[in-house]
């Protein structure tokens, strides 16, 4: 049995050649390296814009995020955290944890001063995510009721959510 081997760029072309309404995307150039990634990043742009395709885009990488995305969506454990237009979430991220995925973008900027920032404790089991706020096992600012009640997604701006319950509290 022969078996066909197709490379990210063939999928790509193979998927767009038909004509979507919709791709969806998972980590599409994060083994690539820094000259290829950011062709490829101006090339699905281009065409998604070109094209006029919706896509999903899943990325560990916000600034990747930010270059190619309208609106962001921030998970943890499965569940939105925080919500709404890319500029918006990178400019002014509201949950705890969108925060720390902020501060360990890297800066152009040499003489910019930043710390390193590294959550506490350890990623809870997926498959047994802990009650209340998923993220509350690693959140230096949770509170009993972070423990107890999953916070919802409440609306904070212009098409902008966050589930938190500090939130809720200032809100």
């Known amino acids: 049995m022969t078996e066909l081997l197709f490379t990210k760029s063939e999928r790509t072309a193979s998927a767009i050649i038909l004509h979507p309404k919709m ?17 490829i990043l101006q090339l699905i742009r281009r065409l998604r814009h070109e094209l006029k395709i919706a ?12 270059y190619l995305c309208d609106r962001i969506g921030v ?9 709404g237009p890319a500029e ?25 001063k ?9 990623v809870p089991d997926a498959a ?3 009650p209340g706020c998923r993220f509350h096992p690693r959140c230096g600012q949770a509170m009993e009721i ?5 916070p919802a997604l409440i609306e ?13 509290r200032k809100w």
């Open 55 to 66: 896509s999903i885009f899943i990325t560990h990488d916000l600034s990747v995020a930010r």
């Open 128 to 130: 047994n995510p802990p």
């Open 88 to 112: 918006n979430i990178i400019t002014g991220p509201m949950h705890p944890y969108t925060k720390c995925l902020i501060r360990v973008v890297p800066v152009a900027d040499p003489s910019s």
């Open 146 to 150: 972070c423990r107890k009640e999953e």
């Open 114 to 122: 930043r710390y390193l920032y590294a959550l506490a404790g350890e």
């Open 23 to 39: 791709i969806v995307a998972d980590e599409p150039v994060s083994m690539l390296d820094v000259s290829i990634r950011a062709g």
């Open 156 to 168: 904070v701006g212009r098409e902008h959510q966050v589930a938190c319950h500090l939130i809720e």
């Open 75 to 83: 998970m943890y454990l499965g569940k939105i955290l925080e919500h």
